[in-house]
T-cell receptor, first 115, second 114 residues
Framework: GAGVSQSPRYKVAKRGQDVALRCDPI?????LFWYQQALGQGPEFLTY????????KSGLPSDRFFAERPEGSVSTLKIQRTQQEDSAVYLC?????????????FGNGTRLTVT | GNSVTQMEGPVTLSEEAFLTINCTYT??????LFWYVQYPGEGLQLLLK?????DKGSNKGFEATYRKETTSFHLEKGSVQVSDSAVYFC?????????????FGTGTLLAVQP
């Protein structure tokens, strides 16, 4: 597609449920990022892939969060045993390269609400 | 660690008013600096960027100058329009890092009234 696509657009989960959020980056983009954006805040870095390799996962808030990109294209962010504090918009971004000046292209995000 | 501080919003202006949104940063080395914009219901979009001191980024009538001496990257526009209403995020990309990971400010909501 022309841009970064994320699904679902909205997700409501009961506390304790597992969720999986999908990201389809722009075709050919090497780098892929996941960010978490709480209400009224800026996006906060979660994790980064270069192709299929997860090079940085320093932003994942707990071991309940897991991300993968097995074929270097589509990525999935999984949250196990969701908690209310996980409620946020989860943003995916891709870029053509890992060069520091290579702009990030963001998807519209998945809004997760944990009840 | 590296961080970005933006002026708090909301900023409410009348159409054709002058806009300034302040942004300062803390970073080791020489980061690249960015402004992203998020229109209602849409994803973040790159507005402009500057990669070294004294560079000026510009786009759609917006501009920002990378000031190393004051560690600032203030966003300005001479005459805002209703269509500029959005949330604006200042961000930096760490120099020397292995990635183009961005660190964002908290965002500033701009509301332009006709």
């Amino acid at each position: 597609g022309a841009g970064v696509s994320q699904s679902p657009r909205y997700k409501v989960a009961k506390r304790g449920q597992d969720v999986a959020l999908r990201c389809d980056p722009i075709s050919g983009h090497v780098s892929l990022f996941w960010y978490q954006q709480a209400l009224g805040q800026g996006p906060e870095f979660l994790t980064y892939f270069q192709n299929e390799a997860q090079l940085d996962k320093s932003g994942l808030p707990s071991d309940r969060f897991f991300a993968e990109r097995p074929e270097g294209s589509v990525s999935t962010l999984k949250i196990q045993r969701t908690q209310q504090e996980d409620s946020a918009v989860y943003l995916c971004a891709s870029s053509q390269s890992g060069n520091r000046d290579s702009p990030l292209h963001f998807g519209n995000g998945t809004r997760l609400t944990v009840t | 660690g590296n961080s970005v501080t933006q002026m708090e919003g909301p900023v409410t202006l009348s159409e054709e008013a002058f806009l300034t949104i302040n942004c300062t940063y803390t970073a080791t080395g020489y980061p690249s600096l960015f402004w992203y914009v998020q229109y209602p219901g849409e994803g973040l979009q790159l507005l402009l960027k500057a990669t070294k001191a004294d560079d000026k980024g510009s786009n759609k009538g917006f501009e920002a100058t990378y000031r190393k001496e004051t560690t600032s990257f203030h966003l300005e526009k001479g005459s805002v329009q209703v269509s500029d209403s959005a949330v604006y995020f200042c961000a930096l990309s760490e120099y020397g890092g292995a990635t183009n990971k961005l660190i964002f400010g908290t965002g500033t909501l701009l509301a332009v009234q006709p």
